[in-house]
Protein backbone atom coordinates (compact mmCIF):
# COMPACT_ATOMS: atom_id res chain seq x y z
CA UNK A 1 0.00 0.00 0.00
CA UNK A 2 1.84 3.13 -1.16
CA UNK A 3 1.66 5.82 1.93
CA UNK A 4 1.26 9.52 1.77
CA UNK A 5 2.45 11.52 -1.03
CA UNK A 6 3.63 15.30 -1.52
CA UNK A 7 5.51 16.91 -3.74
CA UNK A 8 7.68 18.61 -4.73
CA UNK A 9 9.75 17.59 -2.43
CA UNK A 10 11.61 20.83 -2.33
CA UNK A 11 11.21 24.18 -3.00
CA UNK A 12 13.26 27.60 -3.21
CA UNK A 13 11.39 30.60 -3.59
CA UNK A 14 12.12 34.43 -3.26
CA UNK A 15 10.09 36.51 -0.49
CA UNK A 16 6.82 38.16 -1.74
CA UNK A 17 6.31 34.79 -4.42
CA UNK A 18 3.55 32.56 -4.17
CA UNK A 19 4.30 28.58 -3.75
CA UNK A 20 1.97 25.78 -3.59
CA UNK A 21 2.35 22.02 -2.07
CA UNK A 22 0.55 19.38 -3.07
CA UNK A 23 -0.44 15.59 -0.90
CA UNK A 24 -2.38 12.47 -1.86
CA UNK A 25 -3.39 10.49 1.51
CA UNK A 26 -3.41 7.17 1.70
CA UNK A 27 -6.04 5.49 -0.48
CA UNK A 28 -9.48 5.26 1.98
CA UNK A 29 -8.35 7.96 4.01
CA UNK A 30 -11.13 10.55 4.89
CA UNK A 31 -9.02 12.93 6.98
CA UNK A 32 -6.00 14.69 5.67
CA UNK A 33 -3.83 17.54 7.56
CA UNK A 34 -1.79 19.84 6.79
CA UNK A 35 1.23 20.57 9.54
CA UNK A 36 4.05 23.28 9.55
CA UNK A 37 7.42 21.62 11.22
CA UNK A 38 10.45 24.51 12.10
CA UNK A 39 13.54 23.06 12.53
CA UNK A 40 14.33 21.11 15.52
CA UNK A 41 10.33 21.75 16.79
CA UNK A 42 7.76 19.18 16.71
CA UNK A 43 4.59 19.72 14.09
CA UNK A 44 2.45 22.01 14.32
CA UNK A 45 -1.09 21.62 12.83
CA UNK A 46 -2.12 24.20 10.23
CA UNK A 47 -5.55 22.90 8.70
CA UNK A 48 -7.78 19.46 9.28
CA UNK A 49 -10.16 17.91 6.44
CA UNK A 50 -12.90 15.38 6.59
CA UNK A 51 -13.19 14.87 3.06
CA UNK A 52 -13.60 18.12 1.52
CA UNK A 53 -14.70 20.13 4.39
CA UNK A 54 -12.19 22.26 6.56
CA UNK A 55 -13.40 21.04 10.02
CA UNK A 56 -9.97 22.98 11.78
CA UNK A 57 -8.10 25.88 10.25
CA UNK A 58 -7.75 27.89 13.47
CA UNK A 59 -4.00 27.84 13.04
CA UNK A 60 -3.65 28.64 9.51
CA UNK A 61 -2.62 32.62 9.12
CA UNK A 62 -5.71 32.97 6.26
CA UNK A 63 -3.85 36.06 5.39
CA UNK A 64 -1.83 34.53 3.17
CA UNK A 65 -2.31 30.45 3.27
CA UNK A 66 -4.95 28.88 1.80
CA UNK A 67 -5.65 25.24 0.68
CA UNK A 68 -8.58 22.99 -0.59
CA UNK A 69 -9.44 19.40 -0.83
CA UNK A 70 -12.29 19.81 -3.73
CA UNK A 71 -13.09 16.06 -4.42
CA UNK A 72 -11.76 14.68 -0.76
CA UNK A 73 -8.94 13.17 -2.03
CA UNK A 74 -5.79 15.10 -2.93
CA UNK A 75 -5.37 18.61 -1.18
CA UNK A 76 -3.02 21.66 -2.41
CA UNK A 77 -1.63 24.07 0.11
CA UNK A 78 -1.23 27.64 -0.99
CA UNK A 79 1.35 30.98 0.08
CA UNK A 80 1.03 33.99 -1.39
CA UNK A 81 2.85 35.84 -1.01
CA UNK A 82 6.22 33.55 0.82
CA UNK A 83 8.00 35.61 4.04
CA UNK A 84 11.20 34.96 5.49
CA UNK A 85 9.68 33.11 7.94
CA UNK A 86 7.72 30.13 6.45
CA UNK A 87 10.60 28.44 5.52
CA UNK A 88 10.10 25.07 6.83
CA UNK A 89 8.53 21.77 6.10
CA UNK A 90 5.29 21.07 5.23
CA UNK A 91 4.07 18.14 5.90
CA UNK A 92 0.81 16.36 4.76
CA UNK A 93 -0.98 13.43 7.23
CA UNK A 94 -3.83 11.35 6.63
CA UNK A 95 -6.53 8.85 8.85
CA UNK A 96 -9.29 7.20 8.79
CA UNK A 97 -12.40 9.08 9.60
CA UNK A 98 -12.55 7.38 12.99
CA UNK A 99 -8.59 6.58 14.00
CA UNK A 100 -6.66 8.61 15.53
CA UNK A 101 -3.48 6.92 14.13
CA UNK A 102 -2.21 9.60 12.20
CA UNK A 103 0.44 8.90 9.49
CA UNK A 104 3.17 11.39 7.80
CA UNK A 105 3.95 12.26 4.11
CA UNK A 106 7.91 12.52 3.43
CA UNK A 107 7.25 16.76 3.95
CA UNK A 108 8.32 19.60 1.24
CA UNK A 109 11.29 21.90 2.78
CA UNK A 110 10.43 25.29 2.09
CA UNK A 111 13.27 28.08 1.88
CA UNK A 112 12.54 31.55 1.39
CA UNK A 113 15.44 33.88 0.66
CA UNK B 1 -5.66 23.96 24.53
CA UNK B 2 -3.75 20.66 24.80
CA UNK B 3 0.20 21.75 25.76
CA UNK B 4 2.58 18.87 25.61
CA UNK B 5 6.43 19.12 27.29
CA UNK B 6 9.39 16.86 26.29
CA UNK B 7 12.22 16.39 28.34
CA UNK B 8 15.46 15.64 27.51
CA UNK B 9 15.54 17.56 24.52
CA UNK B 10 18.93 15.60 23.92
CA UNK B 11 19.87 11.96 25.12
CA UNK B 12 23.07 9.97 24.43
CA UNK B 13 23.41 6.65 25.47
CA UNK B 14 25.87 3.64 24.89
CA UNK B 15 24.62 1.03 22.25
CA UNK B 16 22.40 -1.47 24.62
CA UNK B 17 21.92 0.87 27.20
CA UNK B 18 18.38 1.89 27.65
CA UNK B 19 16.66 4.75 26.97
CA UNK B 20 13.96 6.83 28.35
CA UNK B 21 12.05 9.67 27.26
CA UNK B 22 9.54 11.74 29.26
CA UNK B 23 6.14 13.70 28.32
CA UNK B 24 3.85 15.37 30.65
CA UNK B 25 0.51 17.09 29.54
CA UNK B 26 -2.12 19.46 30.23
CA UNK B 27 -5.28 18.51 28.74
CA UNK B 28 -7.16 15.98 31.39
CA UNK B 29 -9.54 14.98 28.67
CA UNK B 30 -6.76 13.73 26.30
CA UNK B 31 -6.83 10.33 25.34
CA UNK B 32 -4.15 9.37 22.95
CA UNK B 33 -0.49 9.16 23.23
CA UNK B 34 1.40 8.50 20.08
CA UNK B 35 5.38 8.56 19.50
CA UNK B 36 7.12 9.05 16.53
CA UNK B 37 9.79 8.63 15.43
CA UNK B 38 11.77 11.10 12.29
CA UNK B 39 14.89 9.92 11.01
CA UNK B 40 16.95 13.27 9.36
CA UNK B 41 15.29 14.49 6.46
CA UNK B 42 12.47 11.70 6.71
CA UNK B 43 8.69 11.59 7.63
CA UNK B 44 7.98 10.74 11.26
CA UNK B 45 6.71 7.81 11.62
CA UNK B 46 4.64 6.24 13.94
CA UNK B 47 6.15 3.54 16.58
CA UNK B 48 3.95 3.03 19.65
CA UNK B 49 0.76 4.42 20.83
CA UNK B 50 -1.53 4.32 23.89
CA UNK B 51 -4.67 4.72 24.70
CA UNK B 52 -6.12 6.48 28.19
CA UNK B 53 -7.83 3.31 29.25
CA UNK B 54 -4.22 1.56 29.17
CA UNK B 55 -0.82 2.04 31.58
CA UNK B 56 1.23 0.27 29.29
CA UNK B 57 2.25 -1.06 25.63
CA UNK B 58 5.01 -3.12 25.14
CA UNK B 59 6.26 -3.91 21.38
CA UNK B 60 9.63 -6.01 21.44
CA UNK B 61 12.27 -3.37 22.84
CA UNK B 62 9.99 -0.23 22.92
CA UNK B 63 7.59 0.32 25.78
CA UNK B 64 5.11 3.54 26.71
CA UNK B 65 3.82 3.71 30.07
CA UNK B 66 0.82 5.92 31.01
CA UNK B 67 0.00 7.51 34.27
CA UNK B 68 -3.70 9.61 34.10
CA UNK B 69 -3.47 11.07 37.62
CA UNK B 70 -0.07 12.84 36.83
CA UNK B 71 -0.60 13.81 33.14
CA UNK B 72 2.52 11.92 32.45
CA UNK B 73 3.98 9.58 29.73
CA UNK B 74 6.65 7.52 28.62
CA UNK B 75 8.50 5.87 25.84
CA UNK B 76 11.08 3.52 27.26
CA UNK B 77 13.71 1.46 24.85
CA UNK B 78 15.93 -0.78 25.72
CA UNK B 79 18.58 -2.87 24.19
CA UNK B 80 18.98 0.63 22.49
CA UNK B 81 20.83 0.05 18.96
CA UNK B 82 22.82 2.70 16.16
CA UNK B 83 19.60 2.51 14.22
CA UNK B 84 17.75 4.04 17.00
CA UNK B 85 19.23 7.26 16.62
CA UNK B 86 16.73 9.56 15.88
CA UNK B 87 14.69 12.49 16.62
CA UNK B 88 11.62 10.95 19.07
CA UNK B 89 8.00 13.46 19.38
CA UNK B 90 5.80 12.40 21.93
CA UNK B 91 2.14 14.14 20.86
CA UNK B 92 -1.74 13.88 22.94
CA UNK B 93 -4.91 14.10 21.15
CA UNK B 94 -7.19 16.72 23.31
CA UNK B 95 -10.50 15.85 24.84
CA UNK B 96 -13.88 16.08 23.13
CA UNK B 97 -13.29 19.30 21.42
CA UNK B 98 -10.37 18.82 19.57
CA UNK B 99 -11.26 16.23 17.02
CA UNK B 100 -8.22 13.99 16.07
CA UNK B 101 -6.14 17.50 16.62
CA UNK B 102 -2.18 16.11 17.58
CA UNK B 103 -0.74 18.46 20.03
CA UNK B 104 2.96 17.46 19.79
CA UNK B 105 6.09 17.99 22.27
CA UNK B 106 9.36 19.66 21.10
CA UNK B 107 11.15 16.45 20.57
CA UNK B 108 14.20 14.52 21.83
CA UNK B 109 17.10 13.59 19.96
CA UNK B 110 18.59 10.09 20.41
CA UNK B 111 22.06 9.29 20.09
CA UNK B 112 23.29 5.98 20.29
CA UNK B 113 27.10 5.31 20.50
CA UNK B 114 28.05 1.94 18.72
Known amino acids: EAGVVQSPRYKIIEKKQPVAFWCNPISGHNTLYWYRQNLGQGPELLIRYENEEAVDDSQLPKDRFSAERLKGVDSTLKIQPAELGDSAVYLC???????????FGPGTRLTVT | GENVEQHPSTLSVQEGDSAVIKCTYSDSASNYFPWYKQELGKRPQLIIDIRSNVGEKKDQRIAVTLNKTAKHFSLHITETQPEDSAVYFC?????????????FGGGTRLMVKP
Open chain 1, 93 to 103: ASSLAESYEQY
Open chain 2, 91 to 103: AAVGGDNAGNMLT
